[in-house]
Nanobody, 123 residues
Framework: QVQLVESGGGLVQTGDSLRLSCAAS????????VGWFRQAPGREREFTAV????????EYADSVKGRFTISRENTENTVYLQINGLKPEDTAIYYC????????????????WGQGTQVTVSS
């Protein structure tokens, strides 16, 4: 079992960058694949990126390729999401999720979830 805490969100301007963090307050995050999702007001939760437990495999949604980079530092029990070139349409609550495999995280709800961090991009 693992408990996740997201941080790093905030109010930024179009074109800015942010680095979101997903840390394990309990448990060992290095045992899990970890993904980032986002949910904008009135919209369904959307997958953005996932990284395998080893960090070797990463996958991205087409809508964020080239601007989002997922990485992990297992010695710090943390996974990061670097977002460059922020746009107003990136405004959402960003959640991280930890699961057994990248496929599990991306395609099922069978994961541990954090409470989310708000990202707001002004135009």
């Amino acid at each position: 079992q693992v408990q996740l805490v997201e941080s790093g969100g905030g109010l930024v301007q179009t074109g800015d960058s942010l680095r979101l963090s997903c840390a394990a307050s309990e448990g060992t995050l290095s045992h899990y694949a970890v993904g980032w999702f986002r949910q904008a007001p009135g919209r369904e939760r959307e997958f953005t990126a996932v990284i395998s437990a080893s960090g070797v495999l990463t996958e991205y949604a087409d809508s964020v390729k080239g601007r989002f980079t997922i990485s992990r530092e297992n010695t710090e029990n943390t996974v990061y999401l670097q977002i460059n070139g922020l746009k107003p349409e990136d405004t959402a609550i960003y959640y991280c999720a930890a699961g057994a495999t990248t496929w599990t995280v991306e395609h099922t709800a069978d994961s541990y979830w954090g409470q989310g961090t708000q990202v707001t991009v002004s135009s």
